[in-house]
């Protein structure tokens, strides 16, 4: 079965950090791409950032360049996305996904989510 779990959501004020982390199972990780999604009340989800299987290719959305960084640990299952500077409008549901190959940002798997609040 299939799982992924987020944490390390929270409150925080603009310009603070905040580390998200996603716990895999059920699936052949190390061959998966990974990658955080975001969707804000009223908005359209979002891709965030993605990490190929390797680690060593990464992709941000414009927005997030320079502030998140994401990464991986295929003998953990677990990928991370270190968020720094944050804006009010990083708030979010932040979720977790996978699949197999980064072809494009279309994901198999989905997270539950945790949220991401960031007051001015």
């Known amino acids: 079965q299939v799982q992924l779990v987020e944490s390390g959501g929270g409150s925080v004020q603009a310009g603070g950090s905040l580390r998200l982390s996603c716990q895999a199972s059920g699936f052949a990780f190390s061959y998966h791409c990974m990658g955080w999604f975001r969707q804000a009340p009223g908005k359209e989800r979002e891709g965030v950032a993605r990490?190929?299987?390797?680690?060593?290719?990464?992709d941000y959305a414009d927005s997030v360049k320079g502030r998140f960084t994401i990464s991986r640990d295929n003998e953990q299952h677990k990928v991370y996305l270190q968020m720094n500077s944050l804006k009010p409008e990083d708030t979010a549901m932040y979720y977790c996904?996978?699949?197999?190959?980064?072809?494009?940002?279309?994901?198999?798997?989905w997270g539950e989510g945790t949220l991401v609040t960031i007051s001015s």
């Open positions: 996904a996978a699949r197999f190959g980064c072809l494009n940002w279309t994901m198999d798997y």
């Open positions: 990490i190929w299987p390797s680690g060593n290719t990464l």
